[in-house]
């Protein structure tokens, strides 16, 4: 079954150091998300990327944060000068997208850990 | 987006079949239930997605009333694997919002 797979599984940093998280969508899916998690809270919408631009992004997702698709199967997520708040989960997710009418079942990564020191 | 209510917590046995219960009253027209499972320290998984009825997969089924103000996720003979959290979703289907809005979910507790 075809899998989203993120790298890396874990990344630590000091802050105020750029970080760029990677993600391969599944092959065929033209939408792709960022979420965050941050531990014992709720899943957070980042951004949607789709047909080479931010479709959609949440108040979160502020100037300090960027999404790039640099080739045709990774997708990447940059936080330019990270902060200590900045520590969480962060997942990719990709869907279809196909059609009029498509469902929004998106498919999660297994995420990247990151800590901010 | 509708809002959700489900339980916080329910705790079940091994072999046992668990319900749980998501409330949406302000459910439109066009949104679809969909709910997802997580295991810790893992990606939220899809489980499975319905408008109305039943809808059944290998995984688990969906009954929705005919008014879908509520839905139920039934998982048959649950074992500790299931332990997770549940979250119910409701939104949209076809164009439009995409972000998908996770609530605190249910977190599932199965004992041996």
């Known amino acids: 079954e075809p899998e989203v797979t993120q790298t890396p599984s874990h990344q630590v940093t000091q802050m105020g150091q750029e970080v760029i998280l990677r993600c391969v969508p599944i092959?065929?899916?033209?939408?792709f998300y960022w979420y965050r998690q941050i531990l014992g809270q709720k899943v957070e919408f980042l951004v949607s990327f789709y047909n080479n631009e931010i479709s959609e992004k949440s108040e979160i997702f502020d100037d300090q944060f960027s999404v790039e698709r640099p080739d045709g199967s990774n997708f990447t997520l940059k936080i330019r000068s990270t902060k200590l708040e900045d520590s969480a989960m962060y997942f990719c997710?990709?869907?279809?997208?196909?059609?009029?009418?498509?469902?929004?079942?998106?498919?999660f990564g297994p995420g990247t850990r990151l800590t901010v020191l | 987006l509708a809002k959700t209510t489900q339980p916080i917590s329910m705790d079940s046995y091994e072999g046992q079949e668990v319900n749980i219960t998501c409330s949406h009253n302000n459910i439109a027209t066009n949104d679809y239930i969909t709910w997802y499972q997580q295991f810790p320290s893992q990606g939220p998984r899809f489980i499975i997605q319905g408008y109305k009825t039943k809808v059944t997969n290998e995984v688990a089924s969906l009954f929705i009333p005919a008014d879908r103000k509520s839905s139920t996720l039934s998982l048959p003979r649950v074992s500790l694997s299931d332990t997770a959290v549940y979250y119910c979703l409701v939104g949209p289907s076809g164009a439009g919002r995409r972000a998908l809005t996770f609530g605190s979910g249910t977190r599932l507790q199965v004992q041996p």
């Open positions: 092959s065929n899916h033209l939408y």
């Open positions: 997710a990709s869907s279809e997208g196909q059609g009029l009418r498509f469902t929004d079942t998106q498919y």
